[in-house]
């Protein structure tokens, strides 16, 4: 169990919850969860009317789905209400509480028994409920589980309006009494929140594969886990487990689409890429969870984190991986960029990694070079079985006896940084020669020596004619041509930038010097539609080297003294997993 501090009116309650919580909370919106919060702070007099473990507890069962039992019991208990609710029926029982609890709906169902309101036959009450003798059988509901389905109702009212549910709750008068009675009724109100929640919540194979995530790590970790929890070795061991592709024991019917589990479905796991790319996502998300179970505490901002408070670069850098941007690669082979042959497309394929696994790469760095060696052959297997191929040749891939070495690719990822380094740098000497305003913006990102407040005191002439310092902000919005071009001509000036912006602008004419790619010719890079694609393509280039110098070193890392072993392992590994998926069409065996 994960555990979370609540604050309510300065009083701190410590409330367990499940460990799925914070990957499922992540996805909800503003507008579910002001909904939340509307339930949360009904107050009539005695303080919130539903506890933080009630609370709790509806937030868990709404943002799994996983409402279907709870509201056919809520019908059940609806039944009761209207016999002991007087001229206002299930109102007056559920909405005339000041605090939602067991004792008090025990109380107010004890009193209108004992005043001759009676629950009438069929229904008896009991030490631990109400019971509804029906004709086919009985059903109890315990008074422990009333004030979560109180508040399950008030959501509800919240969610879909008071007159909606209440025209759906009335048909339970005309409904039979027995325990299928509730059927139709729970049905159409379930039907509805699903309707109502598709606006709110992630979709349902997003979730289905959220559940599937946190049983198996549950399962793993004897029944609690941490986001430290979810690396490389969970990865591997979601994908080799056998039922991966199985539906979750006890997940909410409206969840499980058979014909959503074939091979390609968003939440199949048989290729290891897949099954990396979900864990990420998972990762991701519970990240963000945590960080909002942070921030609904009221936290202030700052960097006492003895003191309770969040680190806003921490805030920031989660919500930025959570609302993640569109890919810098696919920016990259977009207008205006596209006007540039930054990448290839072998060299952006040799980068599918940071694709699929996107700022999660470098805290799953083994998977990553997993996914990029032997993702890639369990590719070319699956193209090989579409196509027919002999069973020999899809044999040779299943052995994987021609995949590079993990000391392979990590050589090669180093000449792919090499690669986006000088074609960033060759778009920094084409903004140069352009007098371009984000020729700057790249010298401060590259140079760490160099202030940009030594170009704010250009020589320009004064208003009365004579020679003088005139100040001139750094906006490019509200810079002129004229100081644009002083400006960008000063960087080469060590007097005025400094030695690390001179060496720069250096090593950017190296780079461009003999480059033949797409829009970097002399005579075209200089044009207005190719500079927009060097001043597009400059900081996503930066970006992008970033991410992968990262990935590279975290690999390393991941992998120890001797990767070679570790690759020799994985290869049986997988070769084996691969057999087990493909090898009845080939009789192959790797024993």
Known sequence: MLWKDITSEGVRFLEPISAEHPALSAGRDVALEQAFRTVA?????????????VMARLAQVVSARAYGRPLMELCHLVRIAERTGGRYGWTGFFFGLQVARATAFRGVLEEASRRGRGLGSGITLEDGGVTLNYEDRPFTVSYGRM???????????????YQ????ALAMLREAPFRLDGCGPISNTLSRAVYDRLKEHLPSAHVQRVFQRLVQHLCHRSGGSFRLEDVDDDCVLAYWMADDAVEPVPGADPMLDHPADRKLGAPDDVRTFQRAAEQVARFRTAFEAGLLRHEMDRAAPIGSDRAAGEIDADAVLDALERHEAPIDPMDRLSEPPADRVKFLNRRETEQMETLRVLGAQAVHLPVSAIRVDVFGAIQRRIVQAVRNRETPQIIARLIRCEDVPTYVERLKAWTGLEQ?????GLAALCALVEGRRPEAILEVVERAPGFDPVRLRAIVAP????ERGLKTVPLRPSVLSEGAISAMIGALTREEIAGADAVEVLTCARSALRGLSRQGFAHGVRTQPETLEAMATGAPL????????????SATGAGLGADPETVFREDRVRFARRFEAFYGAQTKVSVQ
């Open 41 to 53: 702070d009904i107050d009539l007099g005695a303080g919130p009317k539903y506890g933080p473990r």
């Open 147 to 161: 004030p979560f389905l109180a508040a399950l109702l008030e959501f509800l009212v919240t969610e879909l309006g």
């Open 164 to 167: 909606r549910v209440d025209k």
């Open 419 to 423: 690669h986006l380094e000088r074609m």
């Open 462 to 465: 004064a208003p009365d004619g």
């Open 541 to 552: 280039l930066r970006h992008v080297h970033r991410d992968l110098r990262k990935l590279r």
